[in-house]
């Protein structure tokens, strides 16, 4: 059974359009965090949300808009897609803000 | 300065040998520590969690030291199974999660 579960594994665009990328936990965890990891791999978070409240909500483009529909899902969604846009998004869980996280095995979006 | 900070490497060691990595944080509001490993094209994985008081697991030993604001981690004969990247995490303060840039292990036959 896999605990952080994102789709889809690849998505390769064009700039200018919208996209989703999905992930859900069956873990039980009430915080769910979306992160961005660049050409350069530091990892860094967008999103946090806590039994589907927001967070954490670090400077990130409007353009990115995180729903949670319930607690163990946290979907990203992302508009008007820019070149800059291309990186690893992984998402992850954990039983509270300050602990252990565990990671989905990530979407690789790329932007042509 | 940055909130986390970590030498980037990589630290090349022989197989067998002991290495230690550093990580420094600014935010003295910090509550909780964490080492991750990361392969590559791979998920961040918890290698574990840091605790006051130092704690070790196998091979591995992590230290806290609050008034200098850094923790560290110490790998004991290493294998080449260790090879990878080392994420510190520090989280707390502010409802921050900041991970480190990270350090990368290649450990030599």
């Known amino acids: 059974d896999t605990a952080v579960s994102q789709t889809p594994k690849y998505l390769v665009t064009q700039m200018g359009n919208d996209k989703s990328i999905k992930c859900e936990q069956n873990?039980?965890?009430?915080?769910m965090y979306w992160y961005k990891q660049d050409s350069k791999k530091f990892l860094k978070i967008m999103f946090s949300?806590?039994?589907?409240?927001?967070?954490i909500n670090e400077t990130v483009p409007n353009r990115f808009s995180p729903k949670s529909p319930d607690k163990a899902h946290l979907n990203l969604h992302i508009n008007s897609l820019e070149l800059g846009d291309s990186a690893v998004y992984f998402c992850?869980?954990?039983?509270?803000?300050?602990?252990?996280?565990?990671f989905g095995d990530g979407t690789r979006l790329s932007i042509l | 300065r940055k909130e986390v900070e970590q030498d980037p490497g990589p630290f090349n060691v022989p197989e067998g040998a002991t290495v230690a990595f550093n990580c420094t944080y600014s935010?003295?509001?910090?509550?909780?520590f964490f080492w991750y490993r990361q392969d590559c094209r791979k998920e961040p994985k918890l290698l574990m969690s840091?605790?006051?008081s130092g704690n070790e697991d196998g091979r591995f030993t992590a230290q806290l030291n609050r008034a200098s604001q850094y923790i560290s981690l110490l790998i004991r004969d290493s294998k080449l199974s260790d090879s990878a990247t080392y994420l510190c995490?520090?989280?707390?303060?502010?409802?921050?999660?900041?991970f480190g840039t990270g350090t990368k292990l290649q450990v030599i036959p």
């Open positions: 992850a869980s954990s039983d509270g803000l300050n602990q252990p996280q565990h």
């Open positions: 873990l039980g965890h009430d915080t």
């Open positions: 949300y806590n039994n589907k409240e927001l967070i």
């Open positions: 935010n003295s509001a910090s509550q909780s």
């Open positions: 840091v605790y006051s």
């Open positions: 995490v520090v989280s707390g303060g502010y409802q921050k999660v900041t």
